[in-house]
């Protein structure tokens, strides 16, 4: 998905304050992906008195989906968090820039500038 908001890549200070509220940001977002995927995990528990149907193979295959990508976004918030402990959080990964203020704010988790970010999706 490319998304078409214009983002300032000149300003790419963060503030002590931004720095925080990123943070915490990650680590709620970090507490809702487990809690989503403790209730994914819980509701795939098959039961003994279930039979099956076509109902619930697309029930499973739906909550198999959903946890794959809660798995995919906290794989994501907890490398972010891992990067800020060491010091290279805002840094792309591709072209080792710094990654715009505006653009953190929106995707905490981001790895790569605007530009490199839309060099990947073309790629794809």
Same mark, same amino acid.
């Not at 800020?84 to 710094?98: F, I, N």
């Given at each position: ?5 214009? +983002? ?6 963060? *503030? ?6 990123? @943070? ?6 970090? =507490?809702? %992906? ?5 209730? /994914? ?6 039961? !003994?008195?279930? /039979?099956? *149907? %076509? @109902?619930?193979? $697309?029930?499973?295959? &739906?909550? =198999? ?5 809660? #798995?995919? =976004?906290?794989?994501? &918030?907890? !490398? !972010? /968090?891992? #990067? ?14 710094? +990654? ?5 704010? +929106? =995707?905490?988790? !981001? %790895? ?9 999706? $073309?790629? %794809?």
């Amino acid at each position: 998905m490319v998304n078409h908001q214009t +983002i300032d890549e000149h300003n790419t200070e963060l *503030s002590a304050e931004d720095f925080a509220a990123l @943070r915490e940001n990650l680590h709620e977002q970090r =507490v809702f %992906r487990q809690e989503q995927l403790h209730q /994914l995990s819980a509701a795939a528990a098959p039961r !003994a008195d279930a /039979l099956p *149907s %076509r @109902r619930s193979a $697309a029930q499973l295959e &739906v909550r =198999v989906k959903l946890a794959a990508s809660a #798995r995919l =976004v906290l794989a994501d &918030v907890e !490398a !972010a /968090l891992t #990067r800020m402990d060491l010091g290279r959080y805002g840094t792309c990964h591709l072209c080792r820039g710094p +990654i715009a203020r505006e653009r953190l704010l +929106i =995707v905490p988790q !981001a %790895r790569y500038c605007a530009r490199c970010q839309q060099v990947k999706e $073309a790629g %794809r």
